[in-house]
């Protein structure tokens, strides 16, 4: 992991190192919520990235250890990112920037049915999230070990929790 230069120890200064940029924030929130895990996904994101951002922000992502690529070396365009286990684990801090959000802002675009599980049942939803999300890793990383010709079993189909920002 490429170390970029800190300024203190703080752990809110750490944090923000990592992950403290709305674009970075977004990335993740493609990755946990919506379901995008390609460049061309990001791209056509509603917040409208530019380019050398989001090349930046993925590399930086994979540096940090929040996410990895898969795919042929140098064909970002065919590659597919997933979050690590340290990426997952930023899990409860979205679910509380989506809480705040849907809490303060009147124009929210956050599902009202989401937003209410979260109010009323925020540890079975945060315990079932986190569980699509491993289920996911855990499938992604199984399939590159498939023998050529091999097919795949049918995945178990979970619903992709789709929540607007």
Known sequence: MKRRHRKSDCPVHFALEVFGDAWTLLIIRDLMFK??????????AEEGIA??????????????????KEGPPGRASTSRYRLTSKGIDLLPIMLEIIGWSAKYDPNTAADRGFVRRLRREPTGLAAEIRSQLVDRRSEAQASPRRAKGARASSPRKTKQREVSS
């Open 35 to 44: 379901g995008r895990n390609s460049y061309t996904d990001f791209l056509r």
């Open 51 to 68: 380019t050398n951002v989001l090349a930046d922000r993925l590399v930086r992502l994979e540096e940090d250890g929040v996410l990895e």
